[in-house]
């Protein structure tokens, strides 16, 4: 092979590691912050008894790597991306400011503010979410005090709705357990419209996802 070839190839060979790097540097983010966000769990900083600087130190570090990573690879500013439904409170105070310096992009007040609100409207919308007299969140007074009242607004919106969800599994549930379905669905009146919803909506995606490939639904074989 001539050496014009080789450098040729040489310069090729460079070009596709580059255009690979950033989305292996994505894989090592979501690996990395991933296991911080376990860590969390694991340290139920969910619970009224978890140090919360221990937990506000995990978001730190979390919100770092992906910051500095995100920035290496010319990726935007999302510090929401790494705390969500269910990160603790005190877990997402510190990936914000981990998240932030790392990034070099300190959002100003109403920036935070907005951030901070994202993340507690993301955490109330989660299924099962817990009332807000369950929300642990001491680890910063500026952060706590925004996200506390945001999701104590947001709460009771979706609430209703994922209690109705729930009511609607176990319905169907039953149904499942004694093949027998009535011909139009009974949602209780006595509920909230976001309950009949959330109840409406479980029970339709429990029965779809009890069908077996012969037509029949869930382990007794029903056939309505």
């Keep these: 092979m001539k050496p014009t070839s080789l450098v040729v190839l040489a310069i090729l060979l460079v070009l596709m590691t580059l255009m690979i790097l950033p989305s292996s540097a994505m894989a090592l ?21 978890t140090n919360a600087t221990s937990c506000f130190n ?13 920035k290496n ?7 929401t991306g790494g705390c969500g439904g269910t990160e603790s409170p005190n877990y997402c105070a510190g990936y914000i400011k981990g998240y932030s310096q790392s990034y070099g992009q300190l959002p ?20 099962g979410a817990s009332p807000p007299s369950k929300i ?11 996200y506390q009242s945001t999701y104590k607004k947001e ?11 729930a009511a609607g599994e176990e319905y169907a549930n039953r149904v499942l357990d004694t093949c027998h379905e009535t011909k139009h669905l009974h949602i ?8 009949q ?21 869930g382990s007794h074989k029903c056939h309505f």
């Design 29 to 49: 983010i979501r690996e990395t912050s991933i296991g911080y966000a376990e860590l969390d769990k694991e340290k139920k900083c969910d619970n009224f008894n």
């Design 58 to 70: 995990l978001g730190i570090k979390g919100g770092m790597i992906d910051g500095t990573q995100e």
């Design 73 to 79: 690879t010319n990726l935007g500013f999302s510090v």
């Design 108 to 127: 100003n007040v109403k920036e935070y503010a907005e951030i901070v609100k994202r993340a507690a409207i993301t955490k109330a919308q989660t299924y």
């Design 136 to 146: 642990i969140c001491n680890a910063s007074q500026t952060f706590c005090s925004i």
């Design 155 to 165: 709460f009771p919106t979706n609430a209703p709705y994922y209690q109705g969800q």
């Design 188 to 195: 209780p009146s006595s509920h909230s419209q976001a309950w």
């Design 197 to 217: 919803t959330g109840f409406s909506q479980g029970y339709a995606d429990s029965i779809s996802e009890a069908q077996n490939d012969d037509g029949s639904y």
